[in-house]
C-alpha cells in the first residue's frame, strides 16, 4: 500500500470515529467524495456531516458525475468509426 493510501486510510478512519460519536451514520462512498471535497481536512468534513451541507455537495457530485458519463457516451457514439459506403 502506498504512503499517500495509507494516510487516505488514516484520515478516513478519524473522520469516521468522529462521526461515530455524533451518531451520524454515513456510507463509506459519502465519507470518501465529502473528504475529497475537502482535500482530506478532517475538521471541515466533519463540520459538513454535522450542519447537513453534505447533502447539497453529494448531490453536485451525482449530477458532475452523470454529466461526466453522458458526455464520454456522447464522444464515444461520435467518434465511432462510419461504415464504409463499398
Avoid: G, W, Y
Wanted: proline share 2%; aromatic share 4%; glycine share 0%.
Amino acid at each position: 500500500m502506498s504512503k499517500s493510501s495509507e494516510n487516505n486510510r488514516a484520515v478516513f478512519n478519524k473522520v469516521q470515529k468522529k462521526l461515530s460519536k455524533l451518531e451520524i451514520k454515513q456510507n463509506q462512498n459519502d465519507i470518501e467524495l465529502i473528504l475529497a471535497h475537502f482535500d482530506f481536512d478532517v475538521n471541515k468534513t466533519v463540520e459538513a456531516f454535522r450542519n447537513l451541507s453534505v447533502n447539497e455537495i453529494l448531490q453536485d457530485c451525482r449530477q458532475s458525475s452523470t454529466k461526466n458519463k453522458q458526455i464520454h457516451e456522447q464522444r464515444r457514439r461520435t467518434s465511432a468509426p462510419k461504415p464504409s459506403s463499398n
